[in-house]
């Protein structure tokens, strides 16, 4: 049981743009929440997007300062979610973590984060 938010992340000049994947393995990552997280150096996590269940109303979410910039999607068949993140600022800077919500099926925000399927996070750095 596991969610990998590993591949994406990188170094960006600002303006430019990443993708970061969130890929589950044993279970389906559909039936689910799944939320994107960061946290800067010396900051408490936040939250930065969540997309619902697809057994729910499949809506999306993205905080106020992203809203415009970040995008999120599944990709069901690979049992992916992405966030898409483009005019990348300095202060997206960040290690960049999903989870899966719970109750199954939900939709966001869902009523408590799974704190056993955190990874470890992918590295952000916007900078010139």
């Known amino acids: 049981l596991m969610l990998a938010a590993g591949v994406g992340g990188g170094l960006v000049q600002p303006g430019g743009s990443l993708r970061l994947s969130c890929a589950a393995s044993?279970?389906?990552?559909?039936?689910?929440?799944i939320g994107w997280f960061r946290q800067a150096p010396g900051k408490e996590r936040e939250g930065v997007s969540c997309?619902?269940?697809?057994?729910?109303?499949?809506?999306?979410y993205v905080v106020d300062s992203v809203k415009g910039r970040f995008t999120i999607s599944r990709d069901n068949a690979k049992n992916t979610v992405y966030l898409q993140m483009n005019s990348l600022k300095p202060v997206d800077t960040a290690v960049y973590y999903c989870?899966?919500?719970?109750?199954?099926?939900?939709?966001?925000?869902?009523?408590?984060?799974?704190?056993?399927?955190w990874g470890k996070g992918t590295q952000v750095t916007v900078s010139s």
């Open positions: 997309v619902s269940s697809d057994s729910s109303d499949g809506s999306s």
């Open positions: 989870a899966r919500g719970f109750p199954v099926g939900s939709s966001c925000p869902p009523l408590r984060y799974d704190e056993n399927s």
């Open positions: 044993g279970f389906t990552l559909d039936y689910y929440v």
